[in-house]
């Protein structure tokens, strides 16, 4: 069981606070430091200082850190086109030394597309276009080089590109995820290294892992061969009052947290993780970590919860 960090900083964080964590999970030795791609803060905190972009963020990451892989949970394909995309995204990857991760999803938050000027099709159009983005991505990285790439699609036309640059990797992970019945399992049957389901119950997972397991086995693919994650909102302390004292200062309930999330004692969080493994079959945890100035909070875990597992 490998435990990965998950912020949001569109509630509020600058590059140097991210630049803090990301360090402080490197040292403290967690797989991978992951971001949202958020323009718009949600909730009641005032997203101050604003918001800050995954890929420019993990521009300035790739240099200054060193080992800890970094990704998107996920990359909004409602913001970007698709060939400076893949573009930005190899530059990162080459700049990494090979540590990028690429978490892609259609979008879904219409208020900070119409805060920032994006335009937000309807739920079909966003698939639509989703699919032929991560087509469109894929092609160009593994295009053999001296040759190019071509699509024409209904979204999207690419006519003759020389599709550079490449990544550091021979393959960039590629992250699907979401509880979409159909078309979701489908695209990750072709395409994904790893199938992630963010803040959803067990009994969900389950059903929405099989649907995964069922697509794959139709296109003749083994799906032992994706990596299976979920993401958890983080509350974990020493003792009761650690943690009541964290979920007060990220605004949530501790019952609720230890319900919906992964809350309590290093104990208790051991166990559930346990029952998250046990029923679904997790590789994978991102620690959804809400309040960034509690680094001890980050170190804790690593210290408390990763030796059991």
């Not at 590059?15 to 323009?39: K, N, P």
């Not at 999803?105 to 937000?120: D, K, N, Q, R, V």
């Not at 290294?193 to 997972?205: H, K, M, Q, R, S």
Request: glycine residues 10%; hydrophobic residues 40%.
């Amino acid at each position: 069981m490998e435990l990965r960090i998950f912020t949001e900083p569109q509630q509020g964080a600058s590059y140097d606070d991210l630049l803090r964590v990301a360090r402080t999970a490197e040292d403290a030795g967690y797989g991978a430091f992951f971001r949202s791609d958020h323009y718009l803060r949600m909730g009641s905190a005032d997203g101050l200082p604003g918001p800050t972009d995954p890929w420019i963020t993990f521009a300035g990451l790739a240099r200054d850190t060193s080992t800890i892989r970094l990704g998107t949970l996920m990359t909004a394909a409602t913001f970007r086109h698709p060939g400076p995309l893949a573009i930005s995204v190899a530059q990162v990857d080459q700049m990494s030394g090979g540590r990028v991760e690429f978490g892609i999803g259609a979008g879904w938050y219409e208020a900070e597309h119409t805060a920032y000027g994006l335009p937000f099709p309807s739920l079909g159009e966003r698939f639509e276009r989703y699919e032929e983005q991560v087509a469109i991505i894929t092609g160009l990285w593994e295009t053999p080089l001296g040759g190019t790439f071509s699509f024409e699609g209904k979204h999207y036309t690419l006519t003759d590109s020389p599709a550079l640059p490449k990544p550091a990797q021979e393959r960039v992970p590629l992250l699907i995820g979401g509880m979409g019945a159909k078309r979701t399992p489908a695209l990750a049957a072709s395409y994904a290294t790893e199938f992630n389901l963010p803040f959803v119950g067990i009994d969900a997972a389950v059903e929405q892992f099989a649907r995964v397991d069922t697509a794959c086995e139709e296109t003749g693919r083994d799906p032992k061969e994706i990596i299976r994650s979920v993401a958890l909102v983080a509350c974990v302390g020493r003792t009761d009052a650690d943690v009541a004292r964290r979920a007060a200062a990220i605004g949530r309930e501790v019952d609720e947290l230890k319900q919906n999330g992964l809350a309590g004692t290093p104990a208790e969080v051991v166990d559930r993780i346990g029952a998250w493994r046990d029923a679904t079959g997790v590789q994978r945890v991102y620690l959804q970590t809400l309040d960034l100035a509690d680094l001890d909070h980050i170190t804790d875990i690593a210290s408390d919860v990763a030796p059991q597992l």
